[in-house]
């Protein structure tokens, strides 16, 4: 699997996401420079976390108009698969990739903190590496997690499958104690209605490796690279 | 030079975690009358255009664009000078 990690000024969490794909794929992803308009020859690309241009105006809002998203919403028109984690997830719906938006975790807190993670479909490049309703650790970190989009869009979105994971309990139940940002109908990551985009805010590429405490976040990368083999 | 002023607002029915706690503090200084609180943005922005109506009408666009996100917030423009 080839795969490219785009950093915008402000983006930190880049070097982690390259630990995982390194791992899963046993090649060294590319880093991408925001500025760049042209992609090289790419299988995957990832945004990543962080706080992309300081998170003026409202997270990725600056990053989503970056020279380089007119060529990743080109590849990923032309059949490329694209994933944004964290901050990712959040510029991939300012550049309207990705349906609904991040608001202030319902809270006020910044969470960081581990959360449970239900899959809810695995007929997908991003989660065939577990089975639907499979549960997996992740850790969390940010202040802007809360999804919303309108009811009619979450009815739609839930209708067309496009609910990629759930904040859940560890047992698969969903809850609100379970539910750490006060995402609509616990919302944790969500696919295009192609299914080739998925933005999820917890960070499986932070679970990759028994050092780091698990392996959790692994099949994510694992089924990645399995879809391009 | 026309001053436009952008006014950005979450829309009704999205929640305002801000909002509610500046309310929440506002009661506990004392200010027991405060209902909802909704917190907002305010841009302003200096055109180099003459007319009221044009500058008016790119403020509009430039919210469109990026001041705002219509998902979940609503704007208002307005010709300051």
């Given at each position: ?21 390194r ?5 060294e ?12 020859a ?5 945004l ?43 510029i ?28 809810e ?5 991003f ?36 609910v ?43 679970l ?22 | 030079?026309?001053?436009v ?77």
């Amino acid at each position: 699997m080839k795969a490219g990690i785009v950093v915008f000024p402000g983006t930190n969490r880049e070097r982690d996401m390259a630990i995982a794909l390194r791992r899963a794929a046993g090649t060294e992803p590319a880093m991408l420079w925001h500025r760049d308009t042209e992609l090289p020859a790419l299988d995957l690309v990832v945004l990543p976390g962080g706080f992309s241009h300081g998170d003026y105006l409202r997270s990725g809002a600056m990053a989503a108009h970056a020279p380089i998203m007119s060529a990743v919403r080109d590849f990923a028109a032309r059949g490329g698969y694209v994933l944004g984690v964290c901050n990712g997830f959040q510029i991939l719906t300012e550049a309207e990739m990705l349906p609904g938006a991040l608001l202030r975790n319902a809270g006020m807190r910044f969470l960081s903190q581990d959360c449970h993670l239900r899959v809810e479909r695995d007929d997908t490049p991003f989660t065939r590496g577990w089975r639907e309703g499979d549960v997996f650790r992740a850790p969390m970190a940010h202040g802007d997690g809360n999804y919303v989009a309108s009811e009619e869009e979450l009815d739609r979105l839930e209708g067309e499958g496009q609910v990629a994971f759930r904040y859940s309990r560890a047992d698969g139940g969903l809850a609100d104690d379970a539910n750490p940002n006060g995402s609509a109908r616990a919302i944790a990551g969500v696919f295009s209605a192609d299914r080739r985009v998925c933005g999820l805010m917890p960070h499986p590429e932070d679970l990759v490796d028994p050092l780091m405490g698990g392996e959790d976040g692994k099949p994510l990368f694992d089924g990645l690279v399995e879809s391009f083999r | 030079m026309t001053k436009v002023r952008v006014s950005v607002m979450l829309k009704d029915g999205v929640l305002d975690p801000p909002g509610k706690a500046i309310g929440h503090a506002l009661q506990t200084l004392g200010f027991g009358n405060v209902g909802e609180v909704r917190a907002g943005r305010v841009i302003e922005l200096e055109l180099d255009e003459a007319d009221a109506a044009k500058a008016k009408a790119q403020a509009d666009e430039m919210a469109r664009r990026l001041l705002a996100n219509l998902v979940i917030e609503s704007f208002t423009t307005e010709v300051l000078s």
